[in-house]
């Protein structure tokens, strides 16, 4: 039995038996982590209001090998995220991105990138709830690149040159991006202003991304959503449990 110490988000909780909870976190060290927290349901319990979905937290837990459910041991609140929670599509567009991860992520998998990256897009929506849809158009990116689904926005698949910024630029449906003469014009084309708006998530943080994202046309935002929601259904072979409205 070894104990592990680790920065973590807390994704999703379940009940179980009378008392206890099943918390599904992101940790820093660990990628994805079951663990339950005994006797968290009770009125006076060590974890107070720790295990909350969406907390960010300093995490101990025991885990026991070939055990997939640790033991969680003790909890801090790094930052609540409470603010959040009483906005009703802010709380769903969370679960959203808690279900992604939890889709995505293969359990014990350490993944910092990932880590990084959606502790940097829950700070985004908590600075920005405005800017809520933009940032989830760029935590799906970048998801599916940090998990190896994304297609190269550069270049074409099939003959390797490198995209001008005003030529056509077509998606098959396996996710492949390729030029006109390649692709023969077959599959679904990206509009230019949706291509070059994907391109700038590789260059900025979610937050440049989504104040970025305000002068967007609002019919290009319409088709980059339905790119990822295409993109993540392929990918997942069914819709994700939980999709907040898609456009703005
Ligand atoms: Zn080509």
């Known amino acids: 039995m070894s104990l592990v110490d680790t920065e973590a988000l807390v994704l999703r909780t379940y009940n179980l038996a009378e008392a ?3 918390v599904v976190c992101l940790t820093k060290d660990a990628g994805l982590v079951r663990g339950v927290a005994k006797g968290c349901r009770k009125l006076r319990n060590r974890f107070g209001a720790s295990l909350e979905p969406f907390t960010f937290v300093h995490l101990t837990y ?3 090998e070939n055990r997939e459910l640790v033991s969680i041991r003790q909890t801090e609140i790094l930052k609540s995220n409470f603010n959040l929670s009483s906005d009703p599509s802010v709380v769903t ?3 959203y991105l808690g279900d992604l991860l939890i889709e995505f992520s293969p359990p014990h998998q350490t993944n910092e990138l990932l880590f990084r990256m959606s502790t940097a897009c829950f700070d985004a929506i908590g600075e920005s709830p405005e800017d809520l849809q933009s940032v989830l158009r760029y935590f799906e990116v970048w998801l599916l690149k940090i998990e190896g689904f994304l297609p190269d926005l550069k270049r074409c698949a099939e003959c390797h040159r490198i995209f001008n910024s005003d030529e056509p630029v077509f998606m098959s449906a396996d996710l492949v991006m390729r030029c006109l003469s390649c692709s023969n014009g077959r599959g679904g084309s990206l509009s230019r ?3 070059a708006h994907l391109r700038t998530t590789e260059k900025l943080s979610p937050g440049k991304f989504a104040e970025g994202s305000r002068e967007v046309p609002a019919a290009t935002k319409k088709e980059f959503a339905e790119l990822t929601h295409q993109m993540i259904s392929r990918v997942l ?3 994700p ?3 907040p ?3 703005q």
């Open 20 to 22: 206890d909870k099943i």
């Open 62 to 64: 025991y885990e026991k």
């Open 93 to 95: 567009a969370l679960a």
């Open 193 to 195: 202003g949706l291509h």
């Open 237 to 239: 072979e069914r819709l």
């Open 241 to 243: 449990r939980v999709r």
């Open 245 to 247: 409205t898609m456009f």
